[in-house]
């Protein structure tokens, strides 16, 4: 049972360059996420998808892009990486809209010097 | 403005206490609101929807709409209750999903 995975783990960048986290879901959920989570401000949402090629800002979109040309895949871009997006980063997806939980990866630690 | 508001960072409690943990939202609509949690070195994960009207590990959480709180309660902590919990609200017509800062809750012996 895959699931929700996020891939790398763990990445450290130099400020500047493009960094490119990657999720992936095999339950064919519609909605997926992408969150930052920063001690003392929580989760705040960066993008959503409601379908693919349904994209939409959430709270804290700038500097970053994201993708959706298949439903399974919700890249999220860092077009040139700062310091300030050092954070961990979390992807989910859920099956609808309204009350349906949504499940959450394994984070990615990016680290940006 | 969708917002969600959980005024504690952290709420340490011995075992056996009672555990409030707070939850305001602002939306103007029906809103459809959550619990998640985290463990440490665990994702996180749902504990309970206000829809479910269900107790979960003990805990409990009543939408209450006129003061706009979401707030969880359990009577009797445990040790292992100790993680951040997260609530958030979705917004049903645009599907986004928002979390609040979070509460770490530590529960000591």
């Known amino acids: 049972d895959a699931g929700i995975t996020q891939s790398p783990r763990y990445k450290i960048t130099e400020t500047g360059r493009q960094v490119t986290l990657m999720c992936h879901q095999t339950?064919?959920?519609?909605?997926m996420f992408w969150y930052r989570q920063d001690l003392g401000h929580g989760l705040r949402l960066i993008y959503y998808s409601a379908a693919a090629d349904i994209t939409d800002k959430g709270e804290v979109p700038d500097g970053y892009v994201v993708s959706r040309s298949k439903t399974e895949n919700f890249p999220l871009t860092l077009e040139s990486a700062t310091r300030s997006q050092t954070s961990v980063y979390f992807c989910?997806?859920?099956?609808?809209?309204?009350?349906?939980?949504?499940?959450f990866g394994q984070g990615t630690r990016l680290t940006v010097v | 403005a969708q917002r969600v508001t959980q005024p504690e960072k952290l709420l340490s409690v011995f075992k056996g206490a009672p555990v409030e943990l707070k939850c305001n939202y602002s939306y103007s609509g029906s809103p459809e609101l959550f619990w998640y949690v985290q463990y440490s070195r665990q994702r996180l994960q749902l504990l309970l929807r206000?829809?479910s009207r269900e107790s979960i590990k003990g805990f409990t959480a009543d939408l209450n709409k006129g003061e706009t709180s979401f707030h969880l309660k359990k009577p009797f902590a445990q040790e292992e209750d100790s993680a951040m919990y997260y609530c958030?609200?979705?917004?049903?017509?645009?599907?986004?999903?928002?979390f609040g800062q979070g509460t770490e809750l530590s529960v000591k012996p």
């Open positions: 206000h829809i």
């Open positions: 989910a997806s859920s099956r609808q809209s309204g009350s349906t939980e949504a499940f």
């Open positions: 339950w064919s959920h519609s909605y």
């Open positions: 958030a609200l979705n917004d049903n017509q645009g599907g986004k999903l928002i």
